[in-house]
């Protein structure tokens, strides 16, 4: 018999409770007693005192696999290694509750932790394992930026979303004769953008990974206008810079979640776009959260569930420190340390590139 706890961290994704009924069915479905449990919030629910813990059951999973966000939640301070505590003045500063977290693991008799995160929490899972803990990490991110895995769970709804929503921009740029620009998110990968771009027959797609020329993009506008096509529609990811320039967003001084919250270069490229004599009317669409929400498309279902079958097989074979991986089409694993040493960034090699320039979609930079 294994006793399992599942944990969900960072940003939430569709398809992580596609996960947790995965990791709930298999351990019913094995020959052994297993249990399941959820610690709500990440690590946070372990932590507290008495432990916000909750059992899985069959009943507790039915149908959930076609509900987005997560039925355990998630949050962005829930890292065990610098967790958010207030000091005696009141002020808030971060302490390492590591060691307290793998000693009450122990304590409640947990054989095993599985951790549903990017790139991040992974990052969590190896620290974790390093300090004795049974982990296995199962790839979340709608951002699909964790390179030992072909794909992620969450990012083919995110593009689903996206593409639709850029379909209903193309009609409404084209009435106008306007430039419409959509900002996608990805964080510091171009990948929702550049499959949005190929579904949705953009004429200027911009990533992180090619940094844009203003005077460039200005040419290609000009050029659709000069030529009587009269409409341009742009997407434009988060992480996207100007050649020479920063990312948007603000950084953020929450103790536990100190990223950079990206967001806001749609409208920096419309104000860079009418300093520089555009004289086209701008209009920017700036997506947000709606691409990590709502139910995930099938595939994800079916990604998220075999990837929580994984999960408990790899408990089963006591193949700890070690993350679920989509390679070549086959569930397989990878060491947590692997998983955690590379980004996953577009590869200007890679073929959608090649694709995307071979359609007419201009990046914008070299
Ligand atoms: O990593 C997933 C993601 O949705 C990114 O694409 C985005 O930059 C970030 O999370 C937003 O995070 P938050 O939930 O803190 O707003």
């Known amino acids: ?16 409770n596609a996960v947790i009924r995965g990791i709930v069915k298999a351990a019913k479905h094995d020959k052994q007693e297993n249990e399941v449990w ?147 998110m990805g964080r510091d990968a171009g990948w929702i953008a550049l499959h949005t771009a190929i579904a949705g027959g953009a004429e200027i797609c911009l990533i992180p990974e090619i940094p844009y020329d203003i005077n460039r993009i200005l040419k290609i506008i000009k050029k659709r206008y000069r030529k009587g096509k009269g409409f341009v529609n742009i997407v434009i990811s988060e992480g996207a810079k100007p050649m020479d320039g920063e990312v948007v967003g603000k950084t953020s001084h929450d103790a536990g979640d100190t990223h950079i919250k990206l967001g806001g270069v749609a409208n920096h490229l419309r104000a860079q776009l009418e300093a520089a004599g555009c004289e086209a009317q701008i209009r920017t669409t700036i997506l947000g959260h709606v691409q990590r929400g709502g139910t995930p498309i099938a595939y994800d279902r079916i990604l998220a569930s075999a990837m929580g079958v994984k999960a408990f097989d790899l408990i089963k074979e006591k193949q700890f420190g070690t993350m679920v991986a989509l390679r070549n089409n086959a569930i397989t694993s990878v060491s947590l340390k692997d998983a955690i040493s590379e980004y996953n960034h577009v590869d200007l090699d890679h073929y959608l590139i090649h694709t995307a320039r071979s359609l007419g979609i201009a990046f914008g930079g070299e």
Not at 2 to 16: A, Y
């Open 1 to 16: 018999m294994s006793k399992i706890l599942v944990c969900t961290g960072g940003g939430d994704c569709p398809g992580l």
């Open 38 to 184: 959820g610690s709500i919030e990440a690590f946070n629910g372990i932590l507290k005192d008495p432990p916000d813990i909750r059992r899985l059951k069959n009943r507790t999973v039915r149908g959930i696999h076609v509900k987005g966000g997560t039925i355990i939640k998630t949050t962005n301070k829930g890292n065990p290694l610098d967790f958010p505590t207030r000091d005696e003045k009141g002020h808030w500063i971060t302490e390492d509750r590591s060691e307290e977290l793998v000693a009450k693991i122990k304590q409640y008799g947990f054989d095993a932790v599985v951790n549903i995160g990017g790139d991040g929490s992974q990052k969590i899972s190896q620290a974790l394992y390093e300090k004795g803990m049974n982990v296995i990490g199962v790839p979340k991110t709608i951002d699909n930026d964790l390179s030992a895995t072909d794909l992620t769970f969450g990012f083919s709804t995110a593009v689903q979303i996206t593409s639709d929503s850029f379909d209903k921009l193309v009609t409404t740029a084209a009435s106008h004769n306007r430039v419409m620009i959509m900002e996608v």
